[in-house]
């Protein structure tokens, strides 16, 4: 089992900048490629960013290139999600998520074993 927890959501101005953390626990957190999804309200959840195990490979959707960098830190089993240029189209609440990457794994569909209970980001305009 991997618990994550994410933190560091808020209320920000269009323009602004977050930057998510999620935080693992459980087994090791190396082994597992790390994503970041988001859902707004009445849509479905999408996928944002990931990366892989050691942080060499990174992913994005084209809605966030640019302007969102994820990142992780082994020995800290943490990863983040760095969000600048924030648009309100951005609103949403944001999950992290751990997959192993083997298989049919793909980062940007998974499947993602572990999901974090999210946090809440909104963007004002």
């Known amino acids: 089992q991997v618990q994550l927890v994410e933190s560091g959501g808020g209320l920000v101005q269009d323009g602004g900048s977050l930057k998510l953390s999620c935080a693992a626990s459980?087994?090791?957190?190396?082994?597992?490629?790390m994503g970041w999804f988001r859902q707004a309200p009445g849509k479905e959840r999408e996928f944002v960013a990931a990366?892989?195990?050691?942080?060499?490979?990174?992913d994005y959707a084209d809605s966030v290139k640019g302007r969102f960098t994820i990142s992780r830190d082994n020995a800290k089993s943490t990863v983040y999600l760095q969000m600048n240029s924030l648009k309100p189209e951005d609103t949403a609440v944001y999950y992290c998520?751990?997959?192993?990457?083997?298989?049919?794994?793909?980062?940007?569909?998974?499947?993602?074993?572990?999901w974090g209970q999210g946090t809440q980001v909104t963007v004002s305009s």
């Open positions: 990366i892989n195990w050691s942080g060499s490979n990174t």
């Open positions: 998520a751990a997959g192993i990457p083997r298989g049919p794994f793909r980062y940007n569909l998974g499947p993602y074993n572990y």
């Open positions: 459980g087994r090791t957190f190396s082994n597992y490629a």
